[in-house]
């Protein structure tokens, strides 16, 4: 059975700080994702990451995919109050028929 | 930029009743998906669609579950008798294939009393 682990799963800094989530699974894939979610909100898609090596910027996150090590990095760099919010990796199982998801990071950036 | 739109985005039903929850799916995508997310809880597969059967379903997806795509545009999840534990947020998904990612609907929350 895959499974996805997230670490941590709570996390509370302050602006301007930098900081990293780890995403690790535990079988064979060449595809993960990583999502945001926001209170009652729908899923918003932030990196689609395809390839062992892969590494994908935008604005002041940057995720990265290692599939030898099966692990999976959001980094966030000098944090802004907007950036909180719940952060979701997925892995792609079977191709295009299942994403396995980590338990989700919940990332309060204070003023 | 295209959505995926799901309809109602709330529903309160009382165990034991059917309810029939509604995707519209981007228009050229050829994937569509269900997930659901209990509250507070982790994203949770329920099942995958592709040219008209279902491609994948997991142990939640029972026979209390069923999706069609009725027509060309909507694409449904069934639960014939709903139980108190399936409250949750569900998601519709869709997408070209795994390659370009997924996008989810905003979701509908079903509440069963």
């Not at chain 1, 990293?20 to 926001?38: E, G």
């Not at chain 1, 935008?58 to 919010?85: C, N, P, Q």
């Not at chain 1, 191709?95 to 950036?109: E, F, M, P, R, V």
Request: glycine share 6%; hydrophobic share 35%; aromatic share 12%.
């Amino acid at each position: 059975e895959l499974k996805v682990e997230q670490n941590p799963l709570f996390l509370s800094m302050q602006e301007g700080k930098n900081y990293t989530i780890y995403c690790n699974y535990s079988t064979t894939s060449d595809r993960l994702y990583w999502y945001r979610q926001d209170p009652g909100k729908s899923l918003e898609s932030l990196f689609v990451l395809l390839s062992n090596g892969a590494v994908k910027q935008e604005g002041r996150l940057m995720a990265s995919l290692d599939t030898k090590a099966r692990l999976s990095t959001l980094h966030i760099t000098a944090a802004v109050h907007d950036l909180s919010a719940t952060y979701f990796c997925a892995v792609d199982v079977h191709s295009n028929y299942q994403l396995i998801w980590g338990a989700g990071t919940k990332l309060i950036i204070k003023p | 930029e295209p959505e995926v739109t799901q309809t109602p985005s709330h529903q309160v039903t009382q165990m034991g009743q059917e309810v029939i929850l509604r995707c519209v799916p981007i228009s050229n995508h050829l994937y569509f998906y269900w997930y659901r997310q209990i509250l507070g809880q982790k994203v949770e597969f329920l099942v995958s669609f592709y040219n008209n059967e279902i491609s994948e379903k997991s142990e939640i997806f029972d026979d209390q579950f069923s999706v069609e795509r009725p027509d060309g545009s909507n694409f449904t999840l069934k639960i014939r008798s709903t139980k108190l534990e399936d409250s949750a947020m569900y998601f519709c998904a869709s997408n070209l294939g795994s390659i370009y990612g997924y996008t989810f609907g905003s979701g509908t929350r079903l509440t069963v009393v």
